[in-house]
């Protein structure tokens, strides 16, 4: 037989199992919410890099350019008169056009003056050097040049600005070199020789 008291007791117990399970259901609750994913994104850069290059030509008539990138690939000069008859007074004119090559970055240049070989003619000639808006080197272009080499100056005498070149053969420098043998030229010169090589150092900008 069922008392009243046995009633109240299983009705106590099952309000203790109710409470248990709902505490076990809260505790579950709280960690499925603490495990969720976070969601995420991403964003990637990516580049790839090529070095350029910097290459220079020259040319001794204006436009028919090459590398002549040691002195025994020197170009040669072609002066206005020959230079193998010079007189007391006597002026010749020589053209030299440089550019970059196609490609190259731009650049500047620097005419550097090398050390005069020969039988000693060097010792009695002077020289300047100009730089020309067109290839027409004479006596009539030569004074409108603007100055890199101060005329009357020795052939050991190098250039004292720089000039700028643009990336791929955009613009092209032209030198024109005009070499003296002064009215004041002694005897002893006569027959004399005298050979010399410019450089044009190019330097990446």
Do not use: K
């Not at 028919?64 to 072609?78: E, K």
């Not at 003056?113 to 003619?121: E, I, S, V």
């Amino acid at each position: 037989m069922t008392t009243r008291r046995r009633m109240r007791e299983r009705r106590r117990i099952r309000s203790r199992r109710v409470r248990a399970v709902l505490a076990g259901g809260l505790v579950l609750g709280i960690g499925a919410t603490a495990t969720l994913a976070a969601w995420n994104d991403s964003e990637f850069g990516t580049a790839t890099f090529t070095a350029g290059r910097f290459d220079i030509v020259g040319a001794a008539d204006g436009a028919t350019f090459a590398s002549h990138a040691t002195t025994g690939a020197a170009a040669v000069l072609n002066f206005q008169l020959p230079p193998t008859a010079m007189a007391p007074g006597t002026t010749t004119y020589a053209l030299f056009s440089v550019r970059t090559a196609n490609p190259s970055v731009a650049g500047v240049l620097q005419l550097t003056a090398g050390t005069p070989g020969g039988t000693g003619l060097a010792a009695y000639l002077t020289y300047g050097v100009r730089t020309i808006a067109g290839t027409a080197r004479s006596a009539s272009t030569y004074p409108a040049g603007t100055a890199v080499v101060a005329d009357g100056s020795a052939l050991t005498t190098s250039g004292a600005t720089t000039q700028a070149v643009a990336a791929n053969g955009g613009t092209q420098v032209n030198y024109c070199v005009a070499v003296t043998l002064p009215t004041t030229a002694p005897n002893a010169a006569q027959g004399l020789t005298m050979t010399q090589t410019w450089q044009i150092q190019g330097t990446s900008s």
